[in-house]
T-cell receptor
């Protein structure tokens, strides 16, 4: 199994509070991704990174920011959490450029915003 | 852009039954195609892939053939087990696949009863 951990695994917070989720990899892969998973929507890409300090938006980036200060860590921040951000968040990594290269996923973080 | 449509679930069947999950895609060119599986409480993991037209991906008794004529990549297994109960996702690279970004179908939940 690819070495990907996410923390915390579960979090309950209140509307308006900031939240940071962490993804840590031990594979030294270049690309990292944050997805959210919601019933009826499958997985949707929030942000991704193609190197240290290099990030870009995905399809549902509003209300989220990311940072990658070192290869192994990719942080997802909700500046002011809203109930619509209640979801399961997955981090993924990928090694090389190329459409045949798969992504490897972390175990997920279940976030509840009250 | 590239997109994928898969049959909605849940699909409920008995052990040793035949399973088919339909997946059709819209894409520019002939991108790689993937099936991911998500077991309860876990992240996604790659089940199989096909990198070019007419390729057949296979793993754990599952198969899928990349059919460009029908733009399909249906997942099949001849005899399912209770342990195959999971959510299955069809995926392909986004049209601007820099960073190996993937787009996912909505997922199909499969429940296998003893």
């Amino acid at each position: 199994d690819a070495g990907i951990t996410q923390s915390p695994r579960h979090k309950v917070t209140e509307t308006g509070t900031p939240v940071t989720l962490r993804c840590h990899q031990t594979e030294n892969h270049r690309y990292m991704y944050w997805y959210r998973q919601d019933p009826g929507h499958g997985l949707r890409l929030i942000h991704y990174s193609y190197g240290v300090k290099d990030t870009d938006k995905g399809e549902v980036s509003d209300g989220y920011s990311v940072s990658r200060s070192k290869t192994e860590d990719f942080l997802l921040t909700l500046e002011s959490a809203t109930s619509s951000q209640t979801s399961v968040y997955f981090c993924a990594i990928s090694e090389r450029q190329g459409s045949y290269n798969e992504q490897f996923f972390g175990p997920g973080t279940r976030l509840t915003v009250l | 852009g590239n997109s994928v449509t898969q049959m909605e679930g849940p699909v409920t069947l008995s052990e040793e039954a035949f399973l088919t999950i339909n997946c059709t895609y819209t894409a520019t060119g002939y991108p790689s195609l993937f099936w991911y599986v998500q077991y309860p409480g876990e992240g996604l993991q790659l089940l199989l892939k096909a990198t070019k037209a007419d390729d057949k991906g296979s793993n754990k008794g599952f198969e899928a053939t990349y059919r460009k004529e029908t733009t399909s990549f249906h997942l099949e297994k001849g005899s399912v087990q209770v342990s195959d109960s999971a959510v299955y996702f069809c995926a392909l690279p986004m049209i601007k696949a820099a960073g190996n970004k993937l787009t996912f179908g909505g997922g199909t939940r499969v429940l296998v009863k003893p």
